[in-house]
């Protein structure tokens, strides 16, 4: 059973949301059941609950907009009686209030019910292949947050249904989604999410596909895993896939985990940095070589890169992560940059204003710029 003081913040909420809400969407209550009037209100604070209970006409209004029938009391029978086989019954009216703070309490109470159980979350996959709407949304979640997300047999049946060419892509990309909570991920599993990301008919499949596989990485990382056989798949998706979104994904995915990059990843950036026809995409490629371990190669290629580039955006990621790779050691680079474009001159004297007041961290050089969108390039991703 859920804790008490739990579905109590979900009904004093539930409250507020739908006290003046949409007839024909909120589920009907009566008037003044006396323990959700005073949960809500304390829930509330003292703005919008206390305007709704100085008005007689609009307490009255409430009234006769709702049916003799609570959502509290539904609610409190949900939480104290359903099971696995009554789920997706009991669900259904409390999904048609549309009320978010009920599907994350539906999703919560799913993933209670799963558990640890393969044997239920294999059954909750199987429902997630034809629910619609919410629906689809909570069983996802929910499975999502259990214990049993983590077992093989459970994560290889949400692979296959994302890899199923029978569902629609929008289901298949929901079912994907759902193994972005892995602790890991099998090789054989990353490469197959690769291999479907660089399909030119995945489009929003293969994307949370590569979401997935930049997620999982993250968290390998951060519990001091082996993220490189991540990093290589997202490398190869990052190159080959057609589509410009999932490319740029994957080329990003290594800002979240900072590797210092070898020479290999280091060519394959470098290939991106020089090929990509995205700006957006050479962009991140100079913000990931720039964590490179060969500083004189990197900045070599920023040179040459910086004479071809065309778009001023560009221009300045490889100026200001040239001080990244090198730090004050780079402004000989950056003042050949400044004599390529003028644009720069400006910039290269604060940057040597900074390294010669004895700023060492790139991080505290970038703090210390007047405007560090001297281009507008941020506003272009607003």
């Known amino acids: 059973m859920l804790v008490g003081a739990g579905l109590v913040v979900v009904v004093a909420a539930v409250g ?18 006396a323990k959700p009037t005073q949960a809500g209100g304390s829930h509330g604070g003292g703005g919008g609950a206390g305007k709704a209970s100085s008005g007689v006409e609009e307490a009255e209004a409430a009234e006769r ?3 003799d029938q609570t959502c509290f009391p539904e609610l409190a029978r949900f939480n104290d009686g359903v099971t696995m086989e009554t789920f997706r019954d009991w669900a259904a009216p409390l999904l048609a209030s549309k009320d978010p703070l009920v599907r994350d309490y539906l999703k919560s109470k799913l993933a209670e019910l799963i558990g640890d159980d393969a044997g239920k979350a294999g059954q909750v996959v199987d429902w997630a292949r034809d629910a619609q709407g919410a629906e689809f ?27 199923d060419k029978g569902l629609p892509l929008e289901r298949r990309a929901g ?8 602790k890991r991920l099998t090789p054989d599993a990353m490469d197959r999410m690769a291999e479907f990301a660089r399909d030119p008919a995945s489009a929003e499949a293969g994307w949370a596909a590569t979401r997935t596989l930049g997620r999982v990485m993250t968290r390998e990382s951060e519990n001091l895993g082996d993220a490189s056989p991540y990093l290589d798949r997202l490398i190869t998706i990052a190159t080959d896939s057609p ?6 994904l994957a080329q990003t995915a290594p800002l979240h985990t900072s590797p210092v990059l070898d020479a ?26 720039a964590m490179s371990s060969d500083k004189e190669r990197v900045l070599k290629l920023f040179t040459d890169s910086f004479n071809r580039e065309q778009s ?19 402004l000989p680079v950056m003042a050949r940059m400044a004599t390529v474009d003028p644009r720069f001159q400006p910039l290269y004297g604060i940057f040597e204003m900074l390294y010669a007041q004895g700023n060492v961290d790139f991080i ?19």
């Open 16 to 33: 507020l949301l739908w006290r003046g809400g949409d007839a024909a969407q909120a589920p009907s209550t009566t008037a003044a059941p």
């Open 364 to 382: 505290r050089v970038w703090n210390e710029l007047p405007d560090q969108n001297p281009f507008g390039c941020m506003d272009r991703h607003q």
């Open 243 to 248: 589509d410009e979104q999932i490319r740029h």
């Open 264 to 289: 290999k990843t280091t060519d394959r950036f470098a290939r991106i940095l020089q090929s990509e026809g995205n700006e957006d995409g050479r962009d991140a490629a100079a913000q990931v070589l």
């Open 312 to 330: 001023v955006c560009v221009r300045w990621a490889l100026f200001r992560f040239s001080a990244r790779v090198a730090g004050r050691d780079a």
């Open 65 to 67: 907009r709702f049916s």
């Open 137 to 163: 949304k909570v069983l996802l979640s929910g499975l999502r947050e259990s214990d049993a997300v983590q077992r093989p047999q459970v994560a290889a049946r949400l692979l296959e249904a994302g890899l």
């Open 175 to 182: 079912m994907l989604s759902a193994l972005d909570s892995q």
